[in-house]
């Protein structure tokens, strides 16, 4: 009995929420600003579809449709009279759907309630309309991969409650704005593989944890100070030098990548922490040694890869059960710890790479704990010993004389000279 009148109970509440959508439907109209606005955003942009991919703009349909309840992409408010469109997500983002060509138009700028804007990759030229810096509501605006030019609007920076900022692989140039720094909600920017030029700004909000602006043309330093809550930075492929010291502050880091600059000096003792488990510093100009700490626990998936450098001193044993571990083609000497071997055995060290240094020794343990030579890399020719018969190098980046060992001139040269030379061998 009880079951049944809650039953009826509960369809006459569907009953009740039914009637009052179908009531708000015909109330609820969507503001003739922003609805001009959609008129003008679809008619900059072409959709490119591909026979087999759905139309996007197909449920665009001026003439009847209700752009709030009907039109892909648009979400709009719900309390507000007239309602005003809140979410803009143009393109299906369905991998193989081609996108869209055209433009952005600047009456995105009419859409005054927006909080988000995405548009899916596709072929889309011209600038961002700096109109935008005017949505107050803003939280994300993405437009990554197409073929966006012109510089960054700095007035984008400006927005109160801007989260999200998203213009990676496009073909933006111009600096970067200073203005950055004064966003201070901003917690992810991408701005990765354009053609952006000149120095960083003096800092970046305070609040960033996503920071990645790989693959452009920027030179100088990293500012002194990063910000502290940071936990992804990649600033590889540009043309940046200088110390690492500012990344003292960046204790939460769990990714970084600043491979492929001229980034000099040593490395920052804070970088040796189990959290920074992707720590990518190859092709730089660092110097130094390692310090000598006890092994963090590394696990399944962390990659250290300070390879072609200019480190010097004895591997210690802070980066003992790093899954991927790039040493190659720097200046060690030494005997590699037998930790280091362990580790192999262990199957927690699946690559080691230390080729092309002045490794005078690489401990391996009785036949009974090698590690299965088919599931492991370790490449350690062209380093100044004898490479052990056991090791297994099929894996290893072969060129002609790979699996040698370094010629004794160099290595008697090398160990003989107290100052590090200045060219990098290969
Ligand atoms: C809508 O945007 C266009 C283009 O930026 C602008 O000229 C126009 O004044 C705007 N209309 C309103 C009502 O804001
Ligand atoms: C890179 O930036 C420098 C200025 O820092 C400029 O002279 C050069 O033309 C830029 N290169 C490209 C490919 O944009
Ligand atoms: C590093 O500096 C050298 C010498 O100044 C220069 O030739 C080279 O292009 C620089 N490399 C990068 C990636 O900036
Ligand atoms: C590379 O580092 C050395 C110091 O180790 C420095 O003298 C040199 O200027 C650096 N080169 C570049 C291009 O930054």
Redesign the pocket.
């Known amino acids: 009995m009880a079951k049944k009148c809650s039953l009826l109970l509960l369809a006459f509440v569907l009953y009740l929420i039914h009637c009052q959508s179908t009531i708000a439907q015909l109330q609820n109209k969507i503001s003739a600003i922003d609805l001009d606005a959609l008129h003008q955003i679809k008619n900059t942009l072409i959709d490119i579809h591909a026979v087999s991919s759905p139309h996007f703009f197909s449920s665009w349909d001026f003439a009847s449709g209700d752009p709030c309840s009907s039109f892909a992409g648009v979400t709009c408010s719900s309390s507000e009279q007239p309602r005003r469109v809140e979410s803009l997500v143009l393109g299906t983002g369905l991998s193989g759907s081609p996108g869209f060509a055209g433009t952005l138009s600047p009456f995105i700028a009419n859409l005054t309630e927006l909080s988000q804007l995405v548009l899916f990759a596709g072929i889309v030229t011209g600038s961002i309309p700096s109109e935008l810096g005017s949505l107050k509501k803003l939280r994300v605006i993405s437009l990554t991969n197409n073929l966006l030019t012109g510089t960054i609007p700095a007035s984008i920076f400006s927005l109160p409650d801007l989260h999200t900022l998203d213009l990676g692989h496009n073909q933006l140039?111009g600096t970067m704005p200073p203005t950055i720094s004064a966003s201070i909600q901003l917690k992810v920017l991408v701005l990765a593989d354009n053609?952006i030029?000149?120095q960083l700004p003096r800092g970046f909000p305070e609040k960033l944890l996503h920071l990645d602006f790989s693959q452009n043309?920027i030179?100088g330093m990293l500012p002194a100070r990063m910000s502290a809550s940071l936990r992804y930075l990649s600033a590889s492929q540009n043309?940046m030098w200088g110390p690492l010291n500012c990344l003292e502050s960046t204790l939460e880091l769990e990714y970084l990548d600043l491979s492929m600059n001229n980034f000099s000096g040593g490395l920052p003792t804070s970088l040796f922490q189990p959290k920074l488990t992707s720590m990518l510093l190859q092709r730089n100009n660092l110097s130094g040694g390692f310090p000598p700490l006890a092994p963090y626990p590394y696990g399944p998936g962390s990659i250290i890869d300070l390879s072609r450098n200019f480190l010097t001193g004895e591997l210690t044993r802070v980066l003992v059960g790093v899954e991927s571990l790039f040493l190659n083609n720097n200046q060690l000497k030494g005997t590699v710890p037998k930790e280091y071997f362990g580790s192999l055995s262990l199957g927690k060290t699946k690559t080691l790479y230390l080729q092309h240094n002045y490794i005078t020794g690489f401990p391996t343990a009785a036949e009974s704990s090698w590690p299965p030579w088919d599931l492991v890399a370790v490449c350690i020719s062209y380093n100044c010993m004898e490479v052990p018969v056991v090791v297994g190098i099929m894996a290893c980046p072969s060129g002609i004389g790979e699996q040698i060992s370094r010629p004794a001139y160099q290595c008697s040269a090398f160990h003989n000279r107290n100052t590090t030379p200045k060219e990098k061998e290969d």
């Open positions: 140039s053609k030029s000149g043309n030179s043309r």
